[in-house]
């Protein structure tokens, strides 16, 4: 049987879930204060992070799906998006708008290959 290894159990949730070289976790902004630029960017600065701490990096992304508190927050999305995203490495990606706890601008449920087998 295949392990499943999870990392920041809590009884709702795991930070981070590998099973089969794929991690699958979420992020959201450590910083709800800041506008909707500002926790974008620091979301995809936590997905490196995660990245790293799962021996992956951002060519190993497999889908992203980015939830938006507010439409009028897209174009924010995709310019900081376009920027962080390595040529020639895109993963799948949807954008939804949803409702988001209060002060939160942007989710990210992330997918990516690990190193590991």
């Not at 895109?90 to 992330?110: D, I, N, S, T, Y």
Request: aromatic letters at 4%; hydrophobic letters at 50%; one cysteine or more.
């Amino acid at each position: 049987m295949d392990e499943i290894r999870r990392s920041g159990s809590s009884a709702r949730w795991a930070d981070v879930v590998v099973h089969r070289g794929v991690a699958r976790w979420v992020e959201v902004a450590e910083d709800v204060t800041l506008d909707a630029h500002g926790q974008i960017a620091q979301v995809l600065a936590q997905v490196d992070a995660t990245l790293a701490t799962i021996g992956s990096d951002r060519t190993r992304l497999l889908q992203v799906i980015v939830f938006v508190a507010s439409e009028q927050d897209g174009a924010t999305v995709n310019e900081l998006w376009d920027a962080w995203v390595p040529a020639g490495h895109p993963p799948v990606r949807a954008m939804v708008q949803a409702g988001l706890p209060k002060g939160c601008k942007v989710e990210l449920v992330v997918t990516a290959a690990t190193a590991e087998p």
